[in-house]
């Protein structure tokens, strides 16, 4: 059996106590295996087959459906017949446009097995085979970014929708992104209209600031700081800005600054402000849709919607890093580091030859590499099992 | 609970008061369709029917005691129930909740709370406002079209939202018209009632006759142009951005204001007047249809295609026809 196999079987076998999936014969499961088979609709009865499912096929994926359904196994949507869906928040790093998601880059020609670091150059240099395989890899400061996102999403999720702690599941997927899913009954039953609408909350893609700032009569409509949603939040940071600005640490724009007092009566106690000019409204306008940009919470928001969903089984293990794809609770999520704490295969050292340049990387606070492409390196699988999956090393 | 006046049920024959009357008269069907009291009920009840097929709004009936005001709501949906026509209950359900926002536009809060807890919703008065919780908002709002409505604007807290009195009215508009929508297995019918049916059909009939569905053969278009051709023609009720983003898309790929109008002609609460005038009015403007991260925001976008506007899918595609 290939040594990775045996090492993800390994797991399974050992910690087959952590897997678990609320309510399993219910879900769709699907698992893709080492030699790239897709195995879906399938059902169980409980958590037992289901640890007993992994340790016997130890898959390369393994996942189960965010929907609960009369007939799981069912080939079909229609069959299936879904009976209620968590709704699922996706956060991905690859969405976040953070330089450091880009850390240790590197292409591989699929023709000649030519290699090199950085972005995939138009055709091989080597061979011009156009070709190319595009590796990434896994850096901290990238999934550093995409926990930052994870923490204001459950605060958006618990000051506004009131969920929190045991309605919520949080779980790193064991690559670059976390899934946060919501158990609460009162929220399984919505269309997909309604998860994109909270979909498009969180994401503050639906916020106009022409909805918050306007004209009323003579005065000035204006969010208040003790409101709810991006509302309070967008008037607690105006709020913020302008007593920042009152002790000389925040430059506003001379509109605003000239109505300071005001506008503090206004957004702080909705004391209304009279004849407000067109500059005030714009500029106002304009820091509320600052203020919305940078908090926003950037999820892929096509995810949400889609009740035929399925995400990775809480702590199985991801097939591109070996990962853990690790329950969390909010408390754990906020010192949680992926590449320190989400390590689940074995210190057992493997032999490993890299085909593509392997950049320097930590695991569980050893460092390893860099590597150039070519050489064979001695190491213990939960670092091996990263270049391997990674595409950038095979076993000799 | 404070003690609600009997007299609801006139206005409200879908609550829980209905309910009770229904079961304390004993009504049955063959009452509905045989009883000479209820002869008004049916007459009213076919009214009705035939107001949400031509897109009018009846009114005759707000006079009616509470019994009958039951019995011709009950006919109503047993009728479209055996009809039993997607179309048609569409027009139906949003003629009944048209016509319920008529009366609960001008009702008190605590009203509206109770109509709002009889339709699934939790409904908390504060002063001149009122919390409804965040699941009920949700069903309710996202068929509403308009910025004000999305909850990014919204004062939201703890899994409620804050509504003036009015907007609570119109969501529970909503909330009917999406209960009424809910299926319902089709009733075997006497006599009389079917004869009611057969008029409707009739007259249902000729208004899908009127509606002109040949269809010129089709450009290349994105999924969600695609999507939202479909939902007018199936005559669903459609928000606004979705109405402004189908009719700015096909102006500028060359449709004429007439081809568009007609598309929209499905749609349960199609006025011949307003759609030509809104279509006009964004084809006079030469407006854009809004970009795909402002289609994303309004939930219309259905995939990604790797476009920025739905103007440039498809292209070279276009192009080549």
Redesign the interface.
Known sequence: MNPLRAAFREYYALRSRSIFVPRVDLREIMMVTFDGTVIRHVSVRNLESLRAMLAREAPRHAYYSVGLYERPAAKSMAEKGLKAAEVLFDIDADHLGVDECDYGLAWRCKSCGESGDGPSPDACPKCGSQDLERLDWLSEGCLEAAKREAIRLLEIL??????SGEELMVYYTGHRGYHVRILSE??L???K??R??????V??????P???FYVKGSALAS?RAD??????RVAREILRLLEESGRGKAALPSSVAKRREELVRALGEGVPLINPTPALVRDLRRMAHEI?QARRVKID??VT?DTSRLTRIPNSLHGKTGLRAMALSPDELRDFQPLRDAVGLSGDQIRVFTTAPVPRFRVKGESFGPYEPGVGVDLPMFAAALILLKGRGVIP | MEELDPALASRYPFTSLGERLIESEGLTEEDLAYDPLLEQSRRHAKGRLLSAVSGGLYLEDLHLPPLDAVATYLIVRLVSSWIGDPFLSRLVAEHESKRFHRLARDEPLSVLAWLGRELGATVKPDGERAWVDLPSYLRAAAGLGGSRWRLANRDVRRGRVLVERRELARLLQELLRTHLLRPTPRPSLPPPLKDIGTEVIRRLEERRASIQSSRPSRQIMPPCIEKLIEKAERGENMSHQERFTLAAYLLKVGWSVGRVVDLFRSAPDFKERVARYQVSHIAKRGYNPPNCETLRGWGICVEDCGVKSPLSYGRRGRRRR
């Open positions: 618990e000051s506004d929708l009131g969920v009162r929220f039953g919505l269309g209209e309604e994109r609408e909270l979909a498009s909350h994401s503050g893609l639906s916020f106009d022409r909805e918050v969010p409101e709810g949603g991006w509302r309070g919305v928001e096509m919607p």
